[in-house]
């Protein structure tokens, strides 16, 4: 059965503060980790989709990566409008995506 | 192009009602999945369908549960004689399957239902 934990569970950063978020995987054979964006009240909106141990993506602030255990999803400079709660999900065994509980992050003016 | 869309955007049912729920595919994909998402957890896969094969419904919490999926696009989960635990925002997403793009997935805004 394919598993993934988020962490930490909630983030409270300061405008310009770095940080990282952690998602560990258990998968028999990964097929794709995905990490997306959650505003309140609306439903996830894709950001990266990573295949193999090593690979890297970039979007503005955001840049995610990925081991045979793990990914992060670095955020470099915060601003406020980067408040949300991000999703890691993997395509493993079963062709449907096992999601994480989820890192609610605020960042603070 | 026009996303997934849902509908209702809100539904508010008693305890014991049937349900359904709709959601337009985007134009193309042949995969298109429910799940659930209960306050402060993640989401929950209920159902898949991809083109003309049997629906995956390993997900499908109980009997109550069940979805249709119509020409290839729109489909409908209906839940009957809804309970309170079914309270959540059921969500649904679209892919196109297999290629590059892998299962990257399309996702609503969402339906949220509560039962009282």
């Known amino acids: 059965e394919d598993q993934v934990t988020q962490s930490p569970e909630a983030l409270r950063l300061q405008e310009g503060e770095s940080s990282s978020l952690n998602c560990s995987y258990t998968?028999?054979?990964?097929?794709?980790l995905f990490w997306y964006r959650q505003d309140p009240g609306k439903g996830p909106e894709f950001l990266f989709t990573?295949?193999?141990a090593g690979e890297e993506k970039e979007k503005e602030r955001l840049k995610a990566t990925l081991t045979k255990k793990e990914s992060f999803l670095h955020i470099t400079a915060p601003k406020p409008e980067d408040s949300a709660t991000y999703l890691c999900?993997?395509?493993?065994?079963?062709?449907?995506?096992?999601f994480g509980s989820g890192t609610q992050l605020t960042v603070l003016p | 192009g026009a996303g997934v869309s849902q509908s209702p955007s809100n539904k508010v049912t008693e305890k014991g009602k049937d349900v359904e729920l709709r959601c337009d595919p985007i134009?193309?994909?042949?995969?298109l999945y429910w799940y659930r998402q209960s306050l402060g957890q993640g989401l929950e896969f209920l159902i898949y369908?991809?083109?003309?094969?049997?629906?995956?419904k390993s997900g499908l919490p109980s009997d109550r549960f069940s979805a249709e999926r119509t020409g290839g696009s729109v489909s409908t989960l209906t839940i009957q004689r809804t309970q309170q635990e079914d309270s959540a925002v059921y969500l649904c997403?679209?892919?196109?399957?297999?290629?590059?793009?892998?299962?990257?997935?399309?996702f609503g805004p969402g339906t949220r239902l509560t039962v009282t």
């Open positions: 997403a679209s892919s196109l399957e297999g290629g590059q793009g892998g299962f990257k997935q399309y």
């Open positions: 998968v028999s054979g990964l097929r794709g």
């Open positions: 999900a993997v395509d493993g065994s079963a062709r449907q995506l096992t």
């Open positions: 134009s193309g994909h042949t995969a």
């Open positions: 369908f991809q083109g003309n094969s049997a629906p995956d």
């Open positions: 990573l295949y193999s």
